[in-house]
């Protein structure tokens, strides 16, 4: 009987802590479900930040609903809902930084001078090349129908509205292509999708002949592994493959000119080239290769042919012309054929568009012991302003943008830097091979920041920029992180090297404030577009 009671008692008991917690419980919650459905989640704030999926539990993901796609601005974390707004749905963080007015201004007139290349002159030069190449072709499939050689074929199409013709028509004295240039998009989306139906060394691989002078501390590009890839509609871009994890660091005791080049740091230089609005980098993009049938099988370069092998582990690999790097242990391999690389969109052929390569003042010494002598003499800059071309226009200015660039991705590796000899003095300087940046996030090289720190100059809009950019509604983590999402190869930067961008911006606005009060913000800040001129000038006429 009593036990009959007690059993009685323990149920009325456990149904009425039960009710209470559904009532005092569960039912707020629902409520509060169900009035943040109805009203848009106002109360919700999702920032472009450090945010992620896993950092947000309370967003509304039932366990029956799609997940969106990694790739999407969602997925990213790029959407926000400020409570601010009423719950309406704020622009990604990249769209509101390319809208604002600093990224919206005009630059000066340009003329027919302060363009590159006419578009009969461009398309008389390529369509000849065109020529060219078919009748290669020709020659090619006919000498291997009588050797009972089967080819793969591709059909080719010369497009005069191609993307690369579009992106090669923009180039400028100022800069390689205009903000809202819609090609460049497209030629980031043909250089990732476009049938490869050539590939070969590059022309610095070539000019080597397979002859490596072994007693130079730096050695040459054959090194490098990288190679010229023809796209279906004749657009050709420099394919780097994947030598380096992404999680990995370059090791301290390496020395900078024998550090490896990454192809995420090329394609992550390009994003940050564009946030910047320098717009100096040649559009770069991701693709995943097949290296037997898109570089194997396509290319009629028989030394290219004899490096390719097949590994242990049944992959597929390749390696350097260059003597001393003819070896198996220095390769790269696919998995088993795929492999991943950036594709960077080539300039105008040399002949229709020559080039100057000019050495940096701020060069390093590339030895194991020697040092230049910008790093033993602060005041260095001071005899670098007296001479010409750096006493008057531009190029001054222009060697300290690269130098913030350069310090933002930790490029150490700058000794020369290259301009169009049609634009002479007042060329834009093209900051092109960046594939040994981002190799630490640890540590912040501020000796990249010597030609800022040393001459104490910087232009007014790179310096506006610069400050919009650590601002928290255009962090420039933030607007990396989702231009980076664009590419269709996933996480090309960690996590860490996105946080030491921020990081680096702040020890460069430092560096600024500490000119300014030392020389005031009419010594330190400077006009742009100034055009150069001969002779020597004092340091006072380039403020």
């Known amino acids: 009987m009593w036990m009959r009671r007690d059993r009685q008692l323990m149920a009325v008991t456990l149904a009425t802590v039960f009710a209470a917690d559904v009532y005092f419980v569960l039912l707020p919650r629902l409520r509060e479900r169900y009035a943040l459905d109805a009203q848009g989640c106002p109360c919700l704030e999702v920032t472009g930040g450090n945010s992620s999926r896993a950092d947000v539990p309370a967003t509304p993901w039932l366990s029956n609903a799609s997940m969106p796609p990694a790739n999407t601005p969602e997925a990213l974390g790029v959407t926000s809902i400020s409570s601010e707004t009423g719950g309406e749905e704020r622009a990604p963080k990249l769209e509101r930084l390319f809208t604002h007015p600093l990224y919206n201004f005009q630059s000066p007139n340009l003329g027919e001078e302060g363009v590159l290349l006419q578009p009969e002159e461009l398309m008389s030069h390529y369509r000849r090349k065109v020529s060219r190449w078919e009748r290669h072709q020709r020659y090619y499939n006919e000498a291997a129908a009588a050797s009972n050689i089967s080819l793969l074929r591709h059909e080719v199409t010369f497009d005069p509205e191609a993307s690369w013709l579009k992106f090669h028509l923009g180039i400028n004295r100022y800069a390689l292509y205009a903000r809202d240039e819609p090609s460049i998009d497209q030629l980031l989306q043909d250089m990732h999708s476009a049938a490869i139906i050539g590939a070969d060394y590059t022309q610095d691989e070539k000019a080597l002949r397979g002859v490596c002078d072994c007693s130079q501390v730096v050695k040459p590009s054959g090194h490098h592994l990288k190679l010229a890839l023809k796209l279906q509609d004749f657009g050709k871009a420099m394919f780097k493959p994947m030598r380096q994890a992404r999680e990995q660091e370059t090791p301290e005791d390496f020395f900078y000119f024998v550090d490896l080049q990454r192809h995420n740091a090329e394609i992550a230089a390009f994003h940050l080239d564009r946030i910047l609005d320098f717009r100096r980098v040649p559009p770069v993009a991701g693709r995943l290769i097949n290296v037997t049938k898109e570089i194997l099988y396509t290319t009629h370069n028989e030394e290219l042919k004899s490096v390719f092998f097949t590994s242990p582990a049944n992959n597929t690999c390749f390696f350097a012309k260059c003597l001393y790097m003819c070896k198996t242990e220095y390769a790269v391999c696919g998995s088993p054929d795929a492999l991943e690389g950036s594709m960077s969109a080539y300039l105008p052929s040399l002949s229709i568009a020559p080039r100057l390569a000019i050495p940096n003042p701020w060069t390093r010494s590339y030895t194991f012991t020697g040092k230049e002598e910008w790093e033993v003499n602060p005041f260095f800059c001071d005899s670098i302003k007296q001479l010409y071309p750096y006493n008057s226009g531009n190029r001054l200015l222009n060697i300290i943008d690269m130098a913030i660039f350069d310090f933002?991705?930790?490029?150490?590796?700058?000794?020369?830097?290259?301009?169009?000899?049609?634009?002479?003095?007042?060329?834009?300087?093209?900051?092109?091979?960046?594939?040994?940046?981002?190799?630490?996030?640890?540590?912040?090289?501020?000796?990249?920041?010597?030609?800022?720190?040393?001459?104490?100059?910087?232009?007014?809009?790179?310096?506006?920029?610069?400050?919009?950019l650590s601002e928290d509604d255009y962090r420039l983590s933030d607007v990396m992180r989702e231009s980076l999402g664009r590419d269709a190869l996933l996480s090309i930067l960690t996590e860490p090297h996105l946080q030491a961008l921020d990081r680096r911006l702040r020890r460069i606005l430092q560096a600024v404030r500490t000119c300014i009060r030392k020389l005031g913000e009419t010594q330190v800040v400077a006009v742009d577009f100034v055009e150069s001129h001969g002779g020597t000038v004092t340091p006072s006429d380039m403020r």
């Open 408 to 468: 933002l991705i930790g490029n150490m590796d700058r000794h020369h830097y290259e301009i169009f000899t049609k634009f002479g003095d007042d060329s834009l300087l093209l900051h092109i091979d960046n594939a040994r940046g981002f190799g630490k996030h640890s540590h912040d090289e501020m000796s990249i920041l010597a030609p800022l720190t040393q001459c104490c100059i910087i232009k007014r809009s790179t310096l506006q920029r610069l400050r919009l």
